[in-house]
């Protein structure tokens, strides 16, 4: 099994249309101390020709064209990518559908309450169902992902819930704290390649670790996993944002309640960070935060990574 880090940043990618921050002007003007990146998004093989992708960002295009094994090899019109999964219904792991909507047959699959987003927006209408199949996932019931004519591309996924918020567009504050949250709002994914035992683990949206949740990871070996903020309150004290991550529904890396403490006594043999938004000081190399992570047994994913199983 194969996998490439098509994007590592979160919503916004790395610089960000509009922010003139420090760490996104370093991105802009010295790619030796903080490399750009596109917003996050893997894809995976069991067979090194037929792929899945991991969400679908807004920046799959570029994606795509920097990718070489993603690209067009058969006949006039084709494409690799068989078949996506999307783990919740944010702009930044659905609008690259949009860009999928030329005629090609796909998969894909996602949970009722994301369907639901896909469903009740007409701009996704341009996904023709003559070519494009929609497949509801249920949760922790593992599934073999097909290409839309119904062939398995050799991969066995499970989606299951993880503490979360519902997207940020559908945010309803008369439904109380959580905004109308409901589960399947926000999924995590085990991906397994039945042939050779192989697996791995892809939580890029987290709001905390529950018992169970952690029970699960236990023993995995690999994790990719939310890493959007650095500190909580990073976005307010860089005069940028006015939501902690909390608020936003993302476990943050530093303190008592972070990501670093929380998966300090869980054995996991490799965890790589992704969806790492604009603010997060670990995106400058050598930062202090950079080597806080690293040496707590964490790597930060980059565009363009391969793991091989
Ligand atoms: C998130 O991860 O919190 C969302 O992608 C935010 C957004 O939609 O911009
Ligand atoms: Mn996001």
Not at 47 to 65: F, I
Not at 160 to 183: I, M, N, W, Y
Not at 226 to 242: A, C, H, P, Q, S
Not at 278 to 285: A, D, K, S, W
């Amino acid at each position: 099994m194969r996998i490439i880090v098509l994007g590592s940043a979160a919503g916004g990618g790395y610089p960000q249309w509009n922010c003139n921050s420090e760490y996104c002007r370093l991105a802009r003007n010295d790619s030796t101390r903080a490399f750009p990146r596109t917003q996050s998004s893997l894809a995976v093989t069991a067979d090194g020709s037929r792929y899945l992708l991991l969400n679908c960002s807004p920046d799959l295009r570029q994606q795509l064209n920097q990718t070489e094994p993603l690209h067009p090899r058969e006949g006039l019109r084709s494409s690799p990518v068989k078949a996506v999964v999307l783990t919740n219904g944010d702009v930044d792991h659905i609008a690259g559908l949009l860009t999928m909507r030329e005629s090609e047959p796909f998969s894909i699959y996602a949970s009722a309450r994301v369907h639901r987003i896909l469903t009740t927006n007409s701009i996704f209408n341009v996904l023709n169902p003559e070519y494009v199949r929609r497949h509801t996932i249920a949760l922790s019931a593992p599934f073999r992902p097909e290409d839309a004519h119904g062939r398995p591309l050799g991969l066995e996924v499970e989606a299951f819930a993880v503490p979360g918020k519902v997207a940020l567009f559908l945010e309803d504050a008369s439904r109380g704290g959580d905004f109308g949250t409901e589960e399947g709002d926000t999924v995590g994914l085990h991906v397994r390649s039945p042939e050779s035992g192989a697996s791995f683990h892809y939580i890029p949206g987290c709001a905390g670790l529950t018992d169970s949740l952690r029970q699960r990871l236990d023993g995995s070996g690999l994790l990719f996993f939310d890493g959007t903020l650095f500190r909580d309150d990073e976005m307010i004290t860089m005069g940028v944002g006015k939501k902690t991550g909390r608020r936003m529904g993302h476990i943050s890396m530093n303190g008592e309640d972070g990501s670093l403490a929380a998966f300090r006594d869980l054995c996991i043999d490799r965890k790589i960070f992704i969806h790492i938004n604009n603010t997060n000081p670990v995106l400058v190399e050598n930062s202090p935060e950079r080597k806080i992570v690293e040496q707590a047994g964490w790597t930060v994913s980059r565009d363009g990574q391969v793991i091989d199983l």
